[in-house]
Structure formats: structure tokens, C-alpha cells
């Protein structure tokens, strides 16, 4: 592909210099000159300039004044600072403060000054590359949020309805041999809609603003132990829980709620009913500076080589078909976003630990 003719602009007050920049330039490059920051700014407007070289000294303004004249309406063109060796240290400050690319010494050298020109202008067509890309980047992941985020919203109604009727179904037809066919329905159903809510809950972290409230522990907890009293398997286990809370708590009730529904259904999804008794407890202290959350089970557990990947997304550490493996991960992220930590004991067959640490933002 033919490559578009390199565009410079050159401000200098002595018309001599312009005339044999022009002289030597012309037939490579588009040349626009000019004595006037005014007349330059009205180039860079009309034209897609692509480098910008201006003179240090001149009368009304110096050459880094023009730069950072320009720079917030014409980020883009690279600059390019021209001097004699006495404004030495103002080149060195423009150059660290990121206003001027190079700075080619006077008198300049044809030969060289034309590689600094090529080479300026490879340093345009990457950032205008990356430029590129970035936006095209950003747009694209906002559409698959917006995308994931409505379709789990869309799937979540029908979902309910579902369930509804296959509720409703049962409840009219005790006894029948199609039970075990709606309670296979309702189970999976269940399964995808724990999914959902979790893919929800994942852009709610992700995209929702902090929110500090008082957090009053004991509601909060009530409010999970309620959401999971038809969870299945919920009916077996021995549900204990205490809550100590002395004193003000300030936190993010969203993420901390998404941290103790996915850990409380955890416990319950992972109970191993060949024990003779199944338990989960959830101890909640609050203190000063800190609130300690600790979710036990005597489930199944976990082996210890697995354990390290349990925050991973979509990993799941046992063939059973209960969960998708993200709620973990989902739950890592909100405890990120509160400030605070997530530690997990367990061993295969005894049962599993899970301690939370969060900060008070009071
Ligand atoms: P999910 O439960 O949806 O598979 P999670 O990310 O919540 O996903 O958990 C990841 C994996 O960690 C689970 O698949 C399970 O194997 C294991 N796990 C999590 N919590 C427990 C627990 N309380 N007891 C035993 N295993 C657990």
C-alpha cells in the first residue's frame, strides 16, 4: 500500500531557515511553514499534521511555550524542538516532561534530520495504531458487558416461571410417577438460575460504585440464612449461627452480601449426608477496626493440592455436578474491592473452613 506523504509543520520566525527546509524537503514530505503560532495553529486545524517542528527562540513565545500551547487540542503530532546548544537544559526539561519528541540541533544536517523524520513518524503511526486498537478494545468489552449483563437479566424471569409451574405441577399430582421427572426439572432449573445470579453478581461488583452503609450483621445474616431455606438439601443440615456485633460497622453491603450467599450455599451444596450429622456454622465478630466472618462445614472437603486453585475462575475441585466454579471467584473480587482478605482450611472427607476479613471504613 502506497504510504501517505509525511505532513510536517514548522514554526521559526526567520524566514531563511523555512525557505531551505522547504528547499530540502519538498519533494519527500507535505510541507506547511509558517513565522506565526497563530497561523500554525490555524494549519494543525485544517490539516492532519503528522509532525511538528518548531524553532526554541523566537520573539513572542519560545518553541516548548508553543508545544504546550498546542498540546491539549493537538495531542496527537509528534514534536519535534529545534536549537542551538546554549538552550540545552530547556530542551532536557521538554523532553523529560513528555512536550517534545526529539530536538535536532542547528545548523541541521540533511541526512540526519531525515531519519529523525522517518523514525518520528514510525513512533506517529504506532500510537495512532495503539490509539486505534485501545477503542476498538474498550467499545467491543462494553457491548459484552452490556450483552452478558441484559441476558442474564432476560434469562432470570422465565427461570422463575419455570419453577413456578414445576412447583405448581407437583404440588397437583402427589404421588404420580412424573414427580421424579419434575423434581430433575426443578433441580436444574435451580442450577441455572444459581449461574445467572452469579453472572449478575459479577458485573455488579465489577461495575457497581462503592456504597458505605452501617452493616448490621445480624440482618444481613438472617437475610442469607432465609434466602437458603429451600436450597436444596438445606432440610438436613444443622444450621448454626452467632453474631457479635458491639459497636458501628461501616462497609459495601452488596459485595458483602455476594460474599456470605455464595459461602453459606457452598457449605449446603458441599455437606456429605453419609455423615450422621450434617453441620454448617457461621460465626460473625465484629470489632473496631475489623469484622472476622468464619463459614464451617463438616462436608466433603477439599484436597489439599486443590485448594490453591479454588479462587480461580470456573474451577471447580470435585465431579459433582452441583456448581459452574465461579462463585468463588466472584467472591475473591468482592472481598478485593472491600479491602479485605480470604483464607480456607480443609481436608478431604473432614469438612472445610472459610475465614473472611473485612476492614470497617468508619
Ligand atoms: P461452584 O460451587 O459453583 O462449583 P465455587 O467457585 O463456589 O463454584 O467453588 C469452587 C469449587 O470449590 C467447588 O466446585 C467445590 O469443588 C469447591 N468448594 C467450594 N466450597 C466448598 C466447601 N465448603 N466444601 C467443599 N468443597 C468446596
Redesign the pocket.
Known sequence: MARDKIRILYLDDEENNLTSFKAGFRRDYKIFTTTTASEAVKILTDNEIHLVISDQKMPSLSGVEFFELIIPDFPDPIRMLLTGYADIEAVIDAINKGQVFRYIAKPWNEQELKITIENAYEVYLNRKEIKDKTEKLGKAYEELEKFVYSASHDLRAPLVSILGVVKLARAESPGSSGIQYLEMIEKSVNKLDAFVQNIINYYQNLKKDEILTPVKWDVLLHETIENHKYFEGADKINLTSSVNQPGEFISDELRIKIVLN?LVS??I??SDFQKGESTVSVKINCGPHKTLIEVQ?N????PEENISR?FEMF????DSD????????IVKEAIEKLGGSIDVE?SLGEG?KFQVEIPNKA
Open positions: 455464595n457452598n457449605a451444596k458441599y462445614d462436608g466433603i472437603g477439599i479454588l474451577y471447580r475441585s470435585s452441583q456448581g459452574s466454579g465461579i462463585g468463588l471467584y480443609s472445610s
